[in-house]
């Protein structure tokens, strides 16, 4: 029997104190700011504007504080996935690229020109992270068949992603998906045929009438 096809809302996390200093955040376990829980606030606005059946986040704090306002406003409870996790930048977590590229600038110009065959040193490669996002995502799809999933996750994760459900070469996620904001969302219907994106990057503003 054929499943009909989900829904999945994908949002990046509100800011963090790293985030607003373009810092890596891979694994580390960063709050949010002020400004990033007014973010979440403005994602649950949103969302009780939009039919939402059920969300899921990964398991870092910065994901899980941005779905509290969702799940507050919705009565729904999050589910948690690992694999929804952001990637693991290795030598330059907490730093900013420009303080790499001072340290080591042909590392840093072999990174800008293809990230993932020339990944930061110590990172997850981001081929086994764009595999673990994708099945994590296939496995939320197929437990909410027909259903809008809303789901907070991280900027490179959900870029890596992205490219892979769309058959995009995944050295060309930085240059195809420069950002996804914080707190925006990106509508992806996905089913056995595949996946396709339907929005990118919608701001979770309150909607303006013409």
């Known amino acids: 029997m054929t499943k009909s096809p989900t829904t999945l ?15 890596y955040a891979g694994v580390s376990d960063v709050a949010l700011t002020d400004e990033g829980r007014r973010q979440a606030e403005q994602l649950a606005q949103w969302a009780s504007r939009h039919r939402i059946d ?24 999050p589910g948690r996935e690992p694999d929804l996790r ?10 900013t690229l420009a303080e790499f590229a001072a340290e080591d600038p042909e590392r840093a110009e072999a990174f800008r ?9 110590g990172a997850e490669d981001p081929r086994v ?3 673990r996002g994708t099945t994590a995502l296939r496995r939320i799809a197929d437990g909410h068949p027909g259903q809008r999933v809303l789901v907070v996750a991280h900027n490179t994760l959900l870029r890596l992603v992205l490219c892979e459900l769309l058959s995009i070469p995944l050295g060309a996620y930085r240059r195809v998906f420069p950002q996804l904001r914080n707190a925006a969302v990106s509508e992806v219907r996905l089913g056995e045929e595949g996946g396709a994106l339907l929005s ?11």
């Open 9 to 23: 809302f994908l949002a990046r996390h509100g800011q963090t104190a790293w985030h607003a200093e373009n810092r």
């Open 54 to 77: 059920a969300i899921w986040t990964s398991t870092l704090t910065r994901a899980i504080e941005t779905a509290e306002p969702v799940c507050w406003t919705l009565g729904l409870v």
């Open 86 to 95: 952001e990637c693991d930048f290795g030598t330059v977590e907490g730093r």
């Open 113 to 121: 020109a293809d990230p993932v065959i020339n990944a930061f040193p």
């Open 129 to 131: 992270a764009a595999a």
């Open 200 to 210: 990118l990057n919608v701001p979770c503003a309150p909607d303006v009438s013409p």
